[in-house]
């Protein structure tokens, strides 16, 4: 039962930590898709929304290139740093928080975009200023969608397989997220009894999530939903 409860623990912790650490580049990108008009905004909107259509392997392979002692990025860390994320919960972090980021910026960019302008515009006409203007009014009208993001973002995270195992490996203790811990029961003989309360657990966090989401959405937004 030990086993569960660290599955578990590291789930939460990876999920939360994928989250919170994509929810600012999240909502900077969907800000810049729904406000700005610049040439190559097809080509980022489609670079930001890749990780839904290709293989989930592919990109753990990527990180894995990237985040390597002898990659661009994981150079970097261990010749300022000294730290390395193969192998690590950090690691799993940062595959999580790749594959929840498409999810939160289509989130947060339908709800930027549904946003009535000319509301904002009142506002400064009002003597707001452009940055009281956004914290008063854009942000809160589009706090809905925020919250919808967040939900559907740890929801990813801690469902997250494919990229992990490849990009960190499956180490109990470390990098074994609940997904991860599944499949590991599933190849051991006798391991029906685990996979069924591993399977439990997750699909009662993700629709605990799913559940407060709509509630908190409900409350702020009047009635909009998150599905």
Do not use: C
């Amino acid at each position: 039962m030990s086993d569960v409860f660290d599955v578990v623990r590291l789930s939460l912790l990876i999920g939360g930590t994928a989250t919170l650490g994509s929810l600012p580049i999240a909502f900077l990108l969907a800000w810049v898709l729904a406000r700005w008009r610049f040439p190559g905004k097809v080509l980022l909107d489609g670079i930001v929304h890749l990780p839904l259509v290709v293989p989930p392997v592919v990109t753990g392979w990527v990180l894995l290139l990237a985040f390597a002692p002898s990659g661009p990025i994981g150079a970097l860390l261990e010749r300022w740093l000294g730290v390395t994320v193969l192998f690590r919960w950090t690691g799993a972090a940062i595959a999580a928080a790749v594959m929840a980021l498409p999810l939160m910026v289509r989130a947060m960019r339908l709800s930027i975009e549904a946003v009535d302008r000319r509301l904002e515009q009142a506002a400064r006409t009002l003597g707001a200023s452009r940055w009281r203007a956004y914290a008063t009014v854009t942000l809160p009208l589009a706090a809905p969608g925020v919250l919808a993001a967040v939900v559907l973002g740890f929801a990813r995270s801690i469902g997250e397989f494919g990229a992990t195992v490849t990009f960190v490996s499956n180490v109990p203790g470390e990098t074994q997220t609940l997904p991860l811990a599944i499949y590991a029961a599933l190849q051991q003989p006798g391991g029906e009894d685990q996979v069924w309360r591993l399977a439990a657990i997750s699909v009662s966090l993700s629709l605990g999530a799913l559940v407060a989401s709509e509630a908190l959405v409900r409350r702020a937004g009047r009635g909009t939903h998150v599905l």
